[in-house]
């Protein structure tokens, strides 16, 4: 079902994971599928829940990446295609690099 989204999101992954970066609080950045590629929106826990469908398994996934991952060391990418398709991964910060430079 999902094996063409995959795809997608494979190729997508491999262009632009460099451009999210660590942040202080917990964020995912976002590509809304149809808009300019390339372009992140970050995205708090309450963006996440007012534009997309919680009751989505994939949200809820996204969701508790969002709960679990470290913000200063990890970096969360997703891509979206609708409301309820979202899928993301929780990345190591390149370099080792933090928010506060340390």
């Not at 919680?54 to 508790?64: D, H, I």
Request: net charge negative.
């Amino acid at each position: 079902m999902l094996e063409a989204e995959r795809k997608e999101y494979e190729g997508f992954l491999a262009r632009n994971h460099r451009k999210a970066s660590v942040t202080e609080e917990p964020i995912v950045h976002v590509h809304f599928r149809g808009t300019a590629e390339g372009s992140l929106v970050q995205m708090r826990v309450d963006d996440v829940c007012a534009e997309f469908d919680a009751e989505s398994e994939l949200v809820r996934w996204t969701l508790e990446q969002m709960r679990t991952y470290d913000p200063r060391t990890q970096r969360i990418v997703a891509l979206a295609f609708d409301r309820r398709t979202i899928l993301s991964d929780v990345l190591r910060a390149e370099g080792g690099a933090r928010p506060d430079g340390a």
